[in-house]
């Protein structure tokens, strides 16, 4: 049985080429109450504490955003129709990708008050994650 770690967090990146640019899911995570973010990772809800921490690397940048999980769901407690047809709660460009790149998504991440922030220092000395990995964070 895995434990629930109080500081274990979500670290990774954004490709904007591919996904369009960020200001639209940080809009919905501030005015929409929540963004849904569609992982192809099978994630394990009960290792982490939440509301949790998420992390976002923009891919050839040096921008950071940082959010908070309040909900995190298996592709089996949910209806996977209703997720990609789910348009008030993530951005445009996501519901067109999502129907080709994610229709086989593992988890749903509920993130809200996605803000851009400074580098922070619980990535120093780590490489740009290429998906999603977890990550412990100092004050989650």
Known sequence: METKSK??????SYDEQLNGHIQEAVDISKTSGYLIWLVKKGINPERFKLPTTILIKIKKDERFYRGEVTDIKRVTDVVVEEILSETSHRPIKWQKV???????????????????????????????????????????
Do not use: A, C, M, W
């Open 7 to 12: 500081n274990l967090g979500i670290y990774t």
């Open 98 to 140: 999502d129907r080709e790149l994610y229709k086989d998504f593992k988890s749903v991440l509920y993130i809200k008050g996605l803000e851009q922030i400074p580098r922070p220092h619980e990535v120093t000395g780590k490489h740009p994650p290429e998906s999603l990995y977890y990550i412990e964070f100092d004050d989650i």
